[in-house]
């Protein structure tokens, strides 16, 4: 096993697994087992800083979306930490393989990070990556290191590599409060699954976190995603229209292949009161069998 800082990505290797991460967003921007790409990543993909990169797993804080609520109205989309390069910390475990990456307003964006409450609240984010032959963990800390309180939310834009969408479901979610943001209406969500045969955007609010999401094709499960104090899931599809609009997103039929699964805190802001912290972790694995959970 071995972690190799390549300068602008850090790579973690596993005889039969690989992750690496730009440093640039602190972005996963590729995880393989056995050789086989486990996200999606568009081949237009900005690697080079100029924006945030289309796929991966983007980390979207302090806002996510566009909020009109009082100091993140003037925030960008997804806020900043997507677009700010994060400090490369070093391994900090080696079994399992673990690596870290910090952010604080001396590493941040600073054009962006002035628009959230006026660039006046002082944090450190440390994220980890842990990898291990069958799965991917991501976890973020949020600390308040300033003198008053601050709000904010954190999310997981992670995009899975998939073969066909229109032969994809997601299980686990019937019974869930859902907001459709196509349809701009909240509704108990129906479905026995989630299908997908057009543009899905939509927001599962409190879903249990004893809930495990697995992503299925042709009855086989393809994806498992566990969350830790992440109770909101997006989950996004852009399809047809919506992928032709996007000039980073390539190749444009790349919306059969991509389905994301975003854990994240969003229906609501958290939070932190001066010195507290707050953590929360995705994890991706491998294999297992199809659970139905109506928790």
């Given at each position: 096993?071995?972690?190799?800082?390549t300068?602008?990505?850090?790579?973690?290797s596993l005889?039969?697994a690989?992750?690496?991460?730009?440093k640039?967003?602190?972005?996963?921007?590729?995880?393989?087992?056995?050789?086989?790409?486990?996200?999606?990543?568009?081949?237009?993909a900005?690697?080079?800083?100029?924006?945030?990169?289309?796929?991966?797993?983007?980390?979207v804080?302090?806002?996510?979306?566009?909020?009109?609520?009082?100091?993140?109205?003037?925030?960008?989309?997804?806020?900043?930490?997507?677009?700010?390069?994060?400090?490369?910390?070093g391994?900090?475990?080696?079994?399992?393989?673990?690596?870290?990456?910090?952010?604080?307003?001396?590493?941040?964006?600073?054009?962006v990070?002035?628009?959230?409450?006026?660039?006046?609240?002082?944090?450190?984010?440390?994220?980890?990556v842990?990898?291990?032959?069958?799965?991917?963990?991501t976890?973020?800390?949020?600390?308040?290191?300033?003198?008053?309180?601050?709000?904010?939310?954190?999310?997981?834009?992670?995009?899975?590599?998939?073969n066909?969408?229109e032969?994809?479901?997601?299980?686990?979610?019937?019974?869930?409060?859902?907001?459709?943001?196509?349809?701009?209406?909240?509704?108990?969500?129906?479905?026995?699954a989630?299908?997908?045969?057009?543009?899905?955007?939509?927001?599962?609010?409190?879903?249990?976190?004893?809930?495990?999401?697995?992503?299925?094709?042709?009855?086989?499960?393809?994806?498992?995603?566990?969350?830790?104090?992440?109770?909101?899931v997006?989950v996004w599809n852009?399809?047809i229209?919506?992928?032709?609009g996007?000039?980073?997103?390539?190749?444009?039929?790349?919306?059969?292949?991509?389905?994301?699964?975003?854990p994240?805190?969003?229906?609501?802001?958290?939070?932190?009161?001066?010195?507290?912290?707050?953590?929360?972790?995705?994890?991706?694995?491998?294999?297992?069998?199809?659970?139905?959970q109506?928790?």
């Amino acid at each position: 096993m071995s972690a190799e800082d390549t300068g602008s990505t850090v790579v973690l290797s596993l005889p039969s697994a690989k992750v690496e991460i730009l440093k640039y967003g602190a972005t996963v921007i590729s995880w393989t087992i056995a050789g086989k790409e486990q996200l999606w990543t568009s081949t237009a993909a900005k690697l080079d800083g100029s924006k945030p990169v289309r796929g991966g797993i983007p980390l979207v804080f302090p806002v996510f979306g566009k909020s009109s609520a009082e100091g993140f109205a003037d925030l960008p989309q997804h806020g900043f930490a997507r677009n700010s390069t994060w400090e490369f910390l070093g391994v900090t475990k080696s079994e399992p393989l673990t690596v870290q990456f910090a952010l604080s307003p001396a590493e941040a964006n600073k054009e962006v990070y002035s628009k959230w409450d006026n660039g006046d609240n002082d944090f450190t984010l440390i994220f980890s990556v842990e990898l291990k032959p069958d799965s991917l963990s991501t976890k973020i800390e949020v600390e308040n290191t300033d003198k008053h309180a601050w709000k904010f939310n954190w999310l997981f834009h992670t995009y899975l590599g998939i073969n066909e969408i229109e032969d994809t479901l997601v299980n686990n979610l019937p019974g869930e409060t859902c907001y459709d943001q196509l349809l701009k209406e909240t509704y108990e969500e129906k479905a026995p699954a989630i299908t997908f045969s057009e543009e899905t955007d939509r927001i599962y609010k409190e879903v249990s976190t004893e809930k495990l999401l697995q992503v299925i094709e042709l009855g086989k499960v393809v994806h498992n995603v566990r969350r830790e104090n992440l109770p909101d899931v997006v989950v996004w599809n852009p399809w047809i229209a919506k992928s032709g609009g996007m000039g980073d997103f390539e190749p444009k039929s790349g919306y059969h292949n991509m389905l994301c699964i975003e854990p994240g805190h969003v229906h609501d802001f958290v939070e932190l009161k001066p010195g507290e912290k707050w953590e929360a972790t995705q994890t991706i694995y491998k294999g297992d069998d199809i659970k139905l959970q109506s928790i």
